[in-house]
């Protein structure tokens, strides 16, 4: 699913204009990038929380569609920076990266559980170290999720960052030794003393 944001060339700069800006449900904002001269922005606030609850956790290109009034052009983009203001809870600012699609980066990808662990079923807890785990890849490859198979932990059993190394089709960044899943054993038992 590809994510796609409207944003205007921005003009006017200075405190007032901003305010104006902010005040007209708009969110000043900037792109840059590499190969990118800085570009002041403008984006619809209610349209960048759309895209935001959309997109959750993961890490996405967002095709960003730059009007200025004569021609619009397209660049694949990264938020990489969103200013939220701390009473109001509205957007003060967000940045835009532009991205080489060429060049592998770090992205974090959500982490899914998928079935029942046999621990689990005997009583254990099931513990997530880690929501996300780090993967290298171009930007266009950013994978949606991680899914882990926790069916055969047993009580007292990890998953590793290891486990997953040779599965997937991208490289993991992360230290092999990370724990990412535990099974604890149920509390009150032998094994929950020790």
């Known amino acids: 699913m590809e994510v796609e944001l409207a944003a205007q060339v921005r003009e006017k700069s200075g405190r007032g204009a901003v305010r104006r800006l902010r005040r007209d449900q708009k969110v000043p904002a900037v792109l840059y990038g590499p190969k990118t001269d800085p570009l002041s922005l403008t ?32 660049r694949q983009v990264l938020l990489r920076d969103i200013q939220v203001h701390p009473v109001r809870r ?40 880690r929501r996300t785990l780090t993967v290298r890849c171009l930007p266009g490859a950013i994978p949606e999720k991680i899914s882990i198979d926790v069916t055969p932990l047993d009580v007292g059993a990890s998953f590793h960052v290891s486990d997953l190394i040779g599965t997937v089709p991208f490289q993991l960044t992360d230290d092999p030794a990370h724990p990412v899943i535990h099974v604890a054993p149920p509390e009150g038992s032998d094994e929950d003393k020790e």
Do not use: C, N, T
């Open 43 to 74: 984006v619809e606030s209610r349209q960048l929380e759309k895209i935001l609850r959309d997109m959750g956790e993961e890490s996405k290109l967002v095709r960003l569609v730059i009007g200025d009034g004569e021609r619009e052009q397209v």
């Open 90 to 129: 509205r957007f003060v600012h967000v940045d835009f990266y532009e991205v080489p699609l060429d060049q592998a980066m770090e992205f974090d990808v959500p982490i899914e559980i998928v079935g029942e662990s046999v621990g689990v079923k005997k009583g254990g807890v099931l513990d997530v170290l």
